[in-house]
């Protein structure tokens, strides 16, 4: 089993997984970012730090979502892969790019991820 970026990150690419993947599998197209099926080692490392939620084992991915497994799939397959460096990313799956701009207040969206009960204990007088 791998896991699968969804939807959800479409023009936002967050990248906090990036930092967290232990193996480097994770790799960025113009708009989004692909998780290398072959290179993923299940280790759940990636899923929890989305701030969007947009990262799912395979087997759980929603039904409405389920075509980006093989949009991850189909992005190396073709080639357009590129790991992160200083040159930018080359191309998105044609399924990606053809998604209208999604649209998000992205000042929602926390630099980290905080759950539920983790949020409770956040300070508002002495941000991070």
């Known amino acids: 089993m791998t896991y699968v970026i969804a939807q959800p990150c479409v023009d936002i690419k967050d990248r906090a997984c990036l ?11 113009v708009r989004t970012l692909y998780i290398h099926p072959y290179e993923c080692v299940d280790c759940h490392a990636c899923e ?3 701030p969007v939620e947009a990262i ?17 799939e189909e992005f190396f397959e073709a080639g357009s892969a590129q790991r992160r460096g200083p040159r930018p990313a080359q191309g998105d799956h044609p399924v990606v790019a053809a998604l209208p701009p999604q649209h998000v207040r992205k ?10 009960e983790e949020a409770a204990d956040v300070d508002p007088w002495f941000p991070l």
């Open 19 to 29: 930092a967290e993947c232990p193996v480097d599998c994770i790799y960025e197209g």
């Open 48 to 50: 929890p730090v989305c």
């Open 56 to 72: 799912f084992p395979e087997d759980e991915l929603p039904r409405h979502w389920a075509h980006y497994r093989a949009v991850n």
């Open 107 to 116: 000042k929602e969206i926390a630099g980290f991820a905080v759950r539920g």
